[in-house]
């Protein structure tokens, strides 16, 4: 674990975890989170969003990774902030997920097409405060914010 | 983590799987394969009981969307029974609770079905 100062100068703690881009390695991310997120005064449910949101991230790499070698990492990057938890999912060499998440997309699915990439990027919506999807050179990343509902801005 | 599947057919052409675990990227082909294969032999009501889940993603939610299309197309249903609490409530917020009917129990879901 590492610590940096943010931009208030508060601490914020580091958790990192690097996991093999394999379907059978998502759970140990997802473990990983019940622990991290436990830190911050999640409810249950928050921390039970937060273990889905960030399972879909995965998903999302594993997915893509799929039709291409396995040999690739994925890293699960936790800044634990006084009143927030921002988890960043990224995964190189890897092209950006595709991010439509619309209702049409979610009901024109076949037995043997899932469509679960467009439901993980709704789930993930849906679940956390802010995602954030980045593309960048060395391939994209997911940034999910989550902010204990005791600290959550007033909407 | 592998899936513990059940299955039942109290009634011809009904099917009742019961599944154990938790349904995800790694698990769901499992799920899928067995539904799929109480389709091919001729189920057209098809219950998936939930009560021991305790996580479903996105690969869980998919796979049952696609079994109620397959299903649907020969005229036939797949109801979800007895979901816990988390599940229910990934059901509703992705809308899926109106796509799906919900019991609380097989006798329920087969006593609906029979009245309509």
């Known amino acids: 674990m590492n610590?940096?100062?943010?931009?208030?100068?508060?601490t914020v703690d580091?958790?990192?975890?690097?996991?093999?881009?394999?379907?059978?390695?998502?759970?140990?991310?997802?473990?990983?989170?019940?622990?991290?997120?436990?830190?911050?005064?999640?409810?249950?449910?928050?921390?039970?969003?937060?273990?889905?949101?960030?399972?879909?991230?995965?998903?999302?790499?594993?997915?893509?990774?799929s039709s291409k070698s396995s040999d690739k990492n994925i890293s699960i990057t936790c800044r634990l902030?006084?009143?927030?938890?921002?988890?960043?999912?990224?995964?190189?060499?890897?092209?950006?997920?595709?991010?439509?998440?619309?209702?049409?997309?979610?009901?024109?699915?076949?037995?043997?097409?899932?469509?679960?990439?467009?439901?993980?990027?709704?789930?993930?919506?849906?679940?956390?405060?802010?995602?954030?999807?980045?593309?960048?050179q060395k391939g994209y990343e997911i940034r999910l914010t989550k902010r204990p509902a005791l600290n959550a801005a007033p909407t | 983590m592998n899936l513990?599947?059940?299955?039942?057919?109290?009634?011809?052409?009904?099917?009742?799987?019961?599944?154990?675990g938790e349904i995800d990227i790694y698990s769901s082909n499992q799920l899928k394969t067995t539904i799929l294969e109480e389709i091919e032999s001729g189920a057209k009501r098809v219950a998936v009981v939930l009560s021991n889940v305790d996580y479903m993603d996105s690969t869980g939610l998919g796979l049952l969307i696609g079994a109620y299309k397959s299903l649907r197309e020969k005229r036939g249903s797949l109801v979800v029974v007895s979901p816990s609490p988390r599940i229910v409530r990934i059901f509703?917020?992705?809308?899926?609770?109106?796509?799906?009917?919900?019991?609380?129990?097989?006798?329920d879901a087969f006593a609906s079905e029979e009245s309509v």
């Open chain 2, 4 to 20: 513990t599947i059940s299955k039942q057919q109290p009634y011809e052409g009904c099917s009742v799987i019961e599944v154990e």
């Open chain 1, 3 to 10: 610590k940096e100062a943010d931009s208030n100068s508060s």
């Open chain 2, 92 to 107: 509703e917020v992705t809308g899926m609770n109106k796509i799906f009917d919900i019991f609380p129990s097989v006798d």
């Open chain 1, 14 to 65: 580091i958790v990192s975890l690097s996991i093999p881009c394999k379907a059978q390695y998502v759970s140990i991310a997802r473990l990983a989170m019940l622990g991290v997120a436990s830190r911050l005064p999640f409810s249950f449910d928050e921390v039970e969003d937060l273990r889905l949101a960030v399972g879909e991230a995965c998903t999302q790499a594993v997915e893509q990774a």
């Open chain 1, 81 to 136: 902030a006084e009143s927030s938890l921002e988890t960043i999912v990224s995964c190189e060499g890897l092209p950006m997920p595709i991010q439509s998440t619309s209702s049409d997309s979610e009901m024109s699915v076949g037995m043997g097409d899932y469509a679960g990439e467009n439901l993980g990027m709704l789930l993930m919506e849906i679940l956390v405060d802010q995602v954030e999807f980045k593309e960048n």
